[in-house]
């Protein structure tokens, strides 16, 4: 949990920021390691945003002008792909 608290703070993707090969890499570890929040993930928004709105639904802060997601102008801003290669680079085999 510390990790991936420390790497919301990145300014990379979260996958990207763990230095995971895809969201998907990071969905498999959120639904073994955190299965209640990741079932709340629904809508399959960007972890981040979610992570964001769960803080500011749980302080009683209203985040969102619009009634929905669906309505709002960042829409894409929180869903949608999340492109890009990974941060890390892969080792490379060494032959002796």
């Known amino acids: 949990s510390h990790a991936v608290a420390a790497a919301c703070l990145g300014g990379n993707h979260l996958w990207q920021d763990l230095g995971l090969p895809d969201r998907q890499a990071l969905s498999s570890l959120l639904r073994d390691h955190f299965s209640s929040l990741f079932a709340k ?6 972890w981040k945003k979610f ?9 009683e802060l209203p985040i969102c002008p619009a009634p929905s997601c669906r309505e709002c102008t960042d829409y894409a801003a929180c869903f949608g792909p999340e492109d890009g290669a990974p941060l890390y680079r892969q080792a490379t085999a060494v032959s002796f």
């Open 41 to 46: 993930n629904t809508s399959n928004m960007k």
């Open 51 to 59: 992570f964001y709105k769960q803080l500011c639904e749980r302080a």
